[in-house]
């Protein structure tokens, strides 16, 4: 069975600040893929990130960077100098290779950037 | 390029009654994916559609039904609703990138 674990449920931080969402997960495949998400209130899942199981590379999008590690089982999301822009609820999830596009969510990190 | 489009974006329903849910995926994609948001279990999948044919299915009931049209057009439908299937419902498709792409949802309310 797969599960994703997102310990944190709600982070508050001030503009500029930044900010590290954690995911931990568990599967028993030896190829998997991890996705991060990001939900603001308008409700639409907005894609962010894919990362293989094979790809330890950490990733660096603008503000975003991804750190992935296979030996502690965490992929995890850190948004640097925050905006008010990125608050929304982010959520980690998880498949198998060959799960077709049967992801298997945590229960997400409400991210709020005040003034 | 378009996204991925849900209509509609609400709906009121009675106890009883059976809702279908439509979904148009991005131009190209042919595999489509429903979701179930609640506050109470998260993000549940559901089903997915690949050229028309279930390719896999969530542990929901029998109550729960989709189908994918030749256009790749997706409808889920909820036949007898229960007060527990109030939820945003998510759709969402993918193209041969392997990324999955969602729309707005349709936020259906059971009264």
């Known amino acids: 069975a797969q599960k994703v674990t997102q310990a944190q449920t709600e982070i508050s931080v001030v503009e500029k600040e930044d900010v590290t969402l954690d995911c931990v997960y568990e599967t028993r495949d030896t190829t998997y893929y991890l996705f991060w998400y990001k939900q603001p209130p308008s409700g639409e899942l907005v894609f962010l990130i894919r990362?293989?199981?094979?790809?330890?590379q950490n990733e660096i999008s603008g503000r975003y960077s991804w750190n992935f590690q296979k030996s502690t089982s965490s992929f995890n999301f850190t948004i640097t100098a925050s905006q008010v822009v990125d608050s929304a609820v982010y959520f980690c999830?998880?498949?198998?290779?060959?799960?077709?596009?049967?992801?298997?969510f945590g229960t997400g990190t409400q991210l709020k950037v005040e003034l | 390029k378009a996204g991925v489009t849900q209509t509609p974006r609400y709906l009121i329903k009675t106890r009883g009654q059976q809702v279908t849910l439509s979904c148009s995926p991005i131009s190209g994609h042919r595999s489509v994916s429903w979701y179930q948001q609640t506050p109470g279990q998260g993000l549940q999948f559901l089903f997915e559609?690949?050229?028309?044919?279930?390719?896999n299915k969530g542990n929901f009931p029998g109550r729960f039904s989709g189908r994918q049209f030749s256009n790749s057009r997706s409808e889920m439908n909820v036949s007898t609703l229960e007060l527990g299937d109030s939820a945003l419902y998510l759709c969402?498709?993918?193209?041969?990138?392997?990324?999955?792409?969602f729309g707005s949802g349709t936020q259906l309310s059971v009264l």
């Open positions: 990362r293989n199981s094979f790809d330890e």
């Open positions: 969402a498709s993918r193209g041969t990138d392997e990324k999955l792409f």
């Open positions: 999830a998880l498949s198998a290779r060959g799960g077709g596009n049967k992801l298997t």
């Open positions: 559609y690949f050229s028309e044919t279930q390719r």
